[in-house]
C-alpha cells in the first residue's frame, strides 16, 4: 500500500483498500500514521473514490440548528477541512479547527477556511478556555482506533449555554465503546439535551453504518 518514500501512499491505492485501513485501526498511534500519510490525497480518495457524504450532511444538521451565521464554531477532527467547506457554503464566517495530524492541519490551512487551527489530543484535556463556542462539529472522528466517549464531555466544556453541538458516531461502536451510555449520563447530568439520532450512510449507496448526532448545551 505504501511506497518506500516518507510512507506516502502509492498512486495505484484504492479507495476501498485504504478506508479498510481506517476502520482496521486499532491505536490513536494507528491514526496518527495513516493520516500521516494519507493527507495529500485524502479529499481525492473520500470524495470521489468512496463518494463521501458525511461532511455534507452533518454540516446541514448543525446549520438546522444554528441560525447565527457569525457564531464562532469548532470543527472537531477537522483533518483536511471537508466539513469546513461545507459550513462555509452555509455562510458561516467564523470556523476554527482542531486535529491531533499536523499532516492534515496543513491541508486545511491551504484552503483558508479556518480563523484558527489548533493541533490536539482529544484523548486529553482541551487547552482552550471554556465557553468559547456556540457550535461545534465533528465528522469521523468517533470511529475505530480514533477517540473515545469521554471526549465528549471535554468538547461540551468549550460551548457556551445554548449552544449546538453535531456529529457522527460510527454504529458499530454506539453501544460497544460506550458512546450511547456517555451521552445518555450527560443527559442526566443536564450538561445537554439530545436533539435528534438518526442511523445514516456515510457514502453514497452505501447502508447506513453511522449516526449522525445533534445536541444542545444546556443553561447553567
Known amino acids: 500500500m505504501t511506497s518506500g518514500k516518507h510512507g506516502e501512499f502509492e498512486s495505484d491505492a484504492s479507495s476501498e483498500s485504504l478506508l479498510a485501513r481506517a476502520y482496521g485501526l486499532k491505536t490513536p498511534e494507528d ?8 493527507a495529500k490525497t485524502y479529499d481525492h480518495h473520500l470524495e470521489n473514490g468512496l463518494l463521501y457524504l458525511g461532511p455534507k450532511k452533518i454540516a446541514a444538521m448543525l446549520a438546522e440548528g444554528l441560525e447565527e451565521k457569525s457564531a464562532r464554531i469548532i470543527d472537531i477532527g477537522c483533518g483536511t477541512g471537508l466539513v ?9 464566517t467564523h470556523i476554527d479547527g482542531l486535529d491531533f495530524s499536523p499532516e492534515m492541519l496543513a491541508v486545511a490551512r491551504s484552503k483558508s477556511i479556518y480563523r484558527e487551527l489548533i493541533q490536539a489530543d482529544l484523548e486529553k484535556p482541551i487547552d482552550l478556555a471554556p465557553g468559547t463556542y ?15 466517549p469521554g471526549a465528549i464531555r471535554e468538547i461540551f466544556k468549550l460551548l457556551a449555554e445554548n449552544a449546538w453541538f453535531a456529529c457522527t458516531i460510527h454504529g458499530h461502536l454506539w453501544h460497544e465503546a460506550g458512546f450511547e451510555r456517555a451521552l445518555t449520563q450527560l443527559q442526566d447530568e443536564r450538561v445537554m439535551t439530545i436533539e435528534a439520532v438518526r442511523d445514516e450512510a456515510y457514502f453514497d449507496g452505501k447502508e447506513p453504518e453511522g449516526k449522525f448526532c445533534i445536541f444542545r448545551k444546556s443553561p447553567v
Open 31 to 38: 491514526a496518527k500514521g495513516l493520516y500521516r500519510d494519507w
Open 84 to 92: 469546513g467547506q461545507y459550513l462555509v457554503s452555509y455562510g458561516f
Open 134 to 148: 456556540q457550535g461545534a462539529i465533528s465528522c469521523g472522528t468517533f470511529t475505530h482506533g480514533h477517540v473515545g
